[in-house]
Every structure is written in C-alpha cells, then in structure tokens.
Nanobody
Framework: QVQLVESGGGLVQPGGSLRLSCAASGSIFSINNMGWYRQAPGKQRELVAIIIRGGSTNYADSVKGRFTISRDNAKNTVYLEMNSLKPEDTAVYYC??????????????WGQGTQVTVSS
C-alpha cells in the first residue's frame, strides 16, 4: 500500500506564497509521475502541475509563471511552490503519484487533500 500525505495548506493573502509538500510512503520501489490537482467549489478537479522522475514538468496555463513543482526522489516527496496567489487559486489541493510497488505491481495513489484559501 502506498500512502500520500499533503501538508502546507492554509490561509494566505492575495499576492502571498505557500509551499505544499506531499510525502509518499509504503512499499515503494519507484515513483514515476508526481503531480498536484485542485478542486474548487462548483468546479471539476483539474491538473495543476506534474513532474516525472527525470524532472520534466507540465503546468496548467492558469498557474504558469507563478507555481513551481519540484521533487526529492530520495525522500519520495513532491513540492508545489505557489507564488503571487490569487483568490481563484482557492481550492483543495490533491497530490497524486504513480509507480511500482516493491512487489512489482503498478500503483496510483491520491492524497486526502489540503485546503488552500487565498483571501484578504
């Protein structure tokens, strides 16, 4: 079993910054993709950013230039640095990861989510 635990969410003023962290644990052989998704009230869950093991990244157009995704493979952890935050960034942010378990089985796991609220 692979578990993902997010941290770093909270309340921040517009223009402020937050850094989210997501640590994967369990019987992990390797992690391929790690990413961040978000879901705001009344909206569908959307991809925010994704990073593969080698470091290549993709971002949603709405966050390009403001958010940065990174990972520490030794710690099985992915980060999302969020700068110049806007009220429309308010959402529950979910971590996602896929890869191989030690038994050779592919896994896809989701975190429970962390609330990010951008408000003055």
């Amino acid at each position: 079993q692979v578990q993902l635990v997010e941290s770093g969410g909270g309340l921040v003023q517009p223009g402020g910054s937050l850094r989210l962290s997501c640590a994967a644990s369990g019987s992990i052989f390797s992690i391929n993709n790690m990413g961040w998704y978000r879901q705001a009230p009344g909206k569908q869950r959307e991809l925010v950013a994704i990073i593969i093991r080698g470091g290549s990244t993709n971002y949603a157009d709405s966050v390009k230039g403001r958010f940065t995704i990174s990972r520490d493979n030794a710690k099985n952890t992915v980060y999302l640095e969020m700068n110049s935050l806007k009220p429309e960034d308010t959402a529950v942010y979910y971590c996602n990861a896929d890869g191989l378990r030690t038994g050779g089985w592919w896994f896809v796991s989701w975190g429970q989510g962390t609330q990010v609220t951008v408000s003055s």
